[in-house]
């Protein structure tokens, strides 16, 4: 796992705010993390596929590595006929065994063994960044789903609000028109409203349930009370040190170039395949002199070093040769068009964020500037001077307004954890300071010296050292382009509020009546402010 200063500080920044308490038996997005952390069945998929990639080690290690064979073989013949020296039919058994023992060690490979120990520790490096990867879509989608519950929830509670101010506005008009203050089109004009609000009602409460069930398959439990998200602060401060960090720790970026030195280890080692072998053995054999015959019994001990040169191979070793070149090319342009979708989901999720926070600012004026209209048609509609339909009108618009804001301030936590992921900078402490991360050096260590003998090491120092060289990377002959001016993000907004519910005529008639030094509520005083003309 790569640690960078920058996460180091954000964690640092994020700690007290996931460990602060919240209200009893409420959820809090730390725990959703760690559970998830640890329980996820995908995520324990992607570790144990690590893990078995920590065996490429050890079997490429092998090549250098000493090989023992020991050898059994038991003969028995059965004879019937004439067996006696006076022709008697009779029958003859016999049986006979021998023993063999082999020992062979690769002295030399040609530099086979070093080119295939590099392709197999990038090929793990490259696992690695896969596993964090998944680690990060996990983190991703457990906050996603935990900020949908809490949005839906929300949008409930504002669709239900709504329901009963109009099933409120509706009683009122009944009243009205019985006494023919209004007309039979304002009584039907709040009926259609307030069925739309149910209607509405309805789909909120089936997207909740929705949203509670999704949360329940990513984070492997049902969701209880959600306390609020903590804050995320010390993003990058512009786009171009988001894309520094990305060039350094995304882990799609990584991963593809640690591919690329797996196909340039690999080129190595095909060309290591024109090179000479030495390869050292001892045999050692007991048994029967002529088979079938216990006595007598021959014992022979060989001992001899081999060295092997191809000379013609059928034109086999040059096609491996080109084979491994245009790999390494393919690897190598692979490498910078993932550079250049890192630069796009970088600078996508960068501008997402961007306009998110510059659109709540909007929202929140535009919710502000409702309710105002809002309370104020309703106090004018007292004198005359409005009708029931821009009461409904102004209750809608006002509903609206806070139902966008309520979804906008979700997106813009989201792409808070977006840009993060696409830079390479989530971990699970980040969300949830307690959780223990998960090593995935730590199998890798336990494995890789496994039946390793101590003269190895410097079996592989001769053989890397006599060997092909592995090259170089080869540079980038794409131009990466960024954008020309580094944008800086807006101030962080600050922690959402609950949408204002909405009082109705008659509760606020009665708060007017309500002796002096009463407290009245925002709402209410915006309602106790002059507004209209007077007739």
Not at 15 to 41: G, H, K, S
Request: aromatic share 6%; charged share 25%; net charge neutral.
């Amino acid at each position: 796992m790569r640690h960078l200063p920058f996460r180091l500080a954000l964690v640092a920044c994020t700690a007290a705010a996931v460990a602060a308490p919240f209200a009893a038996r409420a959820d809090t997005l730390a725990e959703a993390v760690a559970y998830a952390y640890e329980a996820d069945p995908g995520l324990q998929a992607q570790r144990a596929a690590l893990r078995a990639v920590d065996e490429s080690y050890v079997q490429a290690r092998s090549l250098l590595g000493l090989q023992a064979s020991a050898g059994i073989v038991g003969t028995s013949n059965e004879t019937e006929g004439n067996v006696g020296p006076f022709g008697t039919r009779g029958q003859a058994d016999a049986e006979t065994s021998s023993y063999s023992f082999s020992l062979s060690q690769t002295l030399y490979s040609g530099g086979r063994a070093n080119a295939r120990l590099s392709a197999a520790e990038a090929q793990i490096r490259a696992g690695r960044e896969t596993l964090r990867r998944f680690e990060m879509d996990l983190l991703t989608r457990v906050v996603v789903a935990y900020t949908n519950v809490r949005r839906d929830e929300e949008l409930l509670k504002i669709s239900a609000d709504a329901v009963k101010v109009l099933e409120k506005q509706l009683s009122d008009t009944e009243a009205k028109f019985k006494v023919r203050q209004v007309t039979a089109t304002d009584l039907a004009q709040s009926r259609a409203r307030l069925a739309s609000a149910r209607t509405q009602l309805t789909f909120a409460r089936g997207q909740a349930a929705i949203a509670r069930n999704q949360y329940l398959g990513i984070v492997g439990k049902y969701p209880a009370d959600l306390a609020p998200e903590p804050e995320l602060e010390l993003l990058p401060k512009d786009i171009d040190e988001a894309f520094d960090i990305a060039e350094r720790y995304n882990p799609q970026l990584l991963q593809a170039g640690f591919a690329e030195q797996v196909s340039r280890a690999r080129m190595a080692e095909a060309r290591a395949g024109r090179r000479p072998t030495i390869q050292g053995r001892f045999d050692a054999r007991r048994g029967p002199t002529q088979l079938y015959a216990e006595r007598p019994e021959t014992e022979s001990v060989t001992t001899s070093i081999t060295i092997t040169q191809p000379l013609f191979t059928g034109g086999q070793q040059s096609s491996l040769i080109r084979q491994a070149v245009e790999e390494n090319n393919r690897d190598r342009m692979n490498l910078e068009s993932i550079r250049r979708q890192v630069i796009q989901q970088v600078g996508e999720a960068w501008e997402s964020l961007t306009t998110g926070r510059e659109a709540l600012v909007s929202l929140e004026d535009e919710v502000k500037a409702d309710e105002v209209a809002f309370y104020g048609v309703r106090e004018e509609e007292r004198f005359a001077l409005r009708t029931t339909l821009d009461i409904l009108n102004a209750e809608s618009e006002l509903r609206n307004a806070q139902l966008q804001l309520v979804r906008a301030r979700t997106n813009e936590y989201q792409r808070r954890i977006q840009l993060l992921a696409a830079i390479g900078a989530l971990e699970p402490r980040l969300l949830a300071a307690g959780v223990r991360p998960y090593d995935p050096a730590a199998n890798f260590r336990r494995v890789k010296d496994k039946g390793q003998l101590p003269y190895e090491p410097v079996l592989r120092a001769v053989d890397k050292l006599a060997g092909p060289p592995i090259r170089d990377p080869v540079p980038a002959t794409l131009e990466t382009a960024r954008p020309e001016e580094a944008s800086a993000l807006p101030p962080s907004p600050p922690p959402a509020a609950e949408a204002t519910p909405i009082v109705p005529s008659s509760e606020l008639i009665e708060r007017k009546k309500r002796p002096a030094g009463v407290v009245e509520t925002p709402a209410a005083e915006v309602a106790a402010q002059p507004s209209g003309p007077k007739s």
